[in-house]
């Protein structure tokens, strides 16, 4: 299970790039600490052209290969990777991006490394909120880590005020997709707890539609489809319900990601079967529109 993580994805895969991303540091802490600089959230800061960038540099979003990321990320300043950089000579994107980013540097190391789709409960007090990931497997200790390579070292959790550890992030802290909808079946979770974002308003974005999302999505993940995050496909669109036979479907889904015992041919068994494999033709729906249209997959 272990090793097939440590070999790229067709989405992680740099490309012409290998050369660079092989001469970054191996250390996953210094992997982590470069793929912070490499990126600059699209409205995490607030508006991007606030911050120098041209209003066009927004369809950067939807980057959705690491070649054709490192080759922007090249074009604007062929600098090694782990050098400091301008916010406007970084990429713009989301949490995604720093994880995709962060999964392919690593895996040309050699290091098992997989993208995590969930909910974060260290970003916005009193909310669970639309996050990815990145989780490496710790030889020494024997476990798979939680890491966040989105934030720079020092980042503190507004909810306490104290350090996250960013290259350990707690399971309870950062609830993979599984897990958050598991909490929420069973009543140990508020699901309009569970958002993209406070000040998006769409019914989809938050609740059960998008604990569905983030369920498939991060068996999508598992499965080293690392895909964008307003991606549409089989049960996922922009249903502001869920019924009652997807519920019942991604429980079962959910009891098998959760399952310490599951092996990686069951994981993958249930990504191939029916509607939750990604397809070649899918569609997106790039915020703040969110209008889906079809895309087909290289």
């Known amino acids: 299970m272990k090793l097939d993580y440590a070999t790229q994805s067709r989405f992680t895969d740099p490309g012409a790039f290998v050369p660079w991303v092989a001469a970054i540091d191996p250390d996953p802490a210094a992997l982590r600490e470069a ?31 690491a070649a054709d990321i490192f080759a922007r990320l090249h074009e604007l300043n062929p600098a090694p990777l782990d050098a400091e950089r301008a916010p406007t000579e970084r990429v713009v994107g989301c949490c995604r991006d720093f994880t995709l980013l962060f999964v392919a540097m690593a895996r040309q190391h050699g290091i098992p490394a997989r993208s995590r789709t969930g909910f974060a409960t260290y970003l916005m007090p009193g909310l669970a909120t639309d996050h990815t990931i990145a989780e490496i497997w710790d030889t020494e200790q024997g476990r798979w880590r939680l890491m966040d390579p989105q934030f720079a070292p020092g980042y ?37 707890r569970f958002v993209v974002s406070p000040d998006q308003p769409a019914p989809f974005l938050r609740g059960w539609p998008y604990l569905l999302h983030n369920l498939v999505l991060d068996l999508a993940a598992l499965n080293k489809h690392e895909m964008i995050l307003w991606d549409l496909w089989g049960p996922l669109d922009t249903s502001a319900e869920v019924d009652a036979r997807t519920i019942t479907e991604m429980d079962a889904l959910s009891e098998l990601l959760r399952d310490p015992a599951t092996e990686i041919d069951s994981i993958r068994a249930a990504f191939e079967t029916g509607a939750l494999r990604v397809p070649a033709l899918i569609h997106t729906a790039t915020p703040p529109a969110g209008v889906p249209r079809p895309i087909t997959l290289r």
């Open 35 to 65: 793929a912070a600089g490499l990126v600059f959230h699209f409205w995490g800061n607030g508006d991007i052209s606030e911050h120098g960038f041209a209003a066009q540099r927004r369809a950067e979003i939807d980057l959705r290969y």
């Open 156 to 192: 503190q959790d507004p909810t306490d005020g104290t350090p996250l550890d960013l290259l350990d992030i707690p399971r309870d802290r950062f609830l993979v997709g599984a897990d958050a909808w598991a909490a929420c079946r069973g009543g140990a979770a508020d699901p309009a």
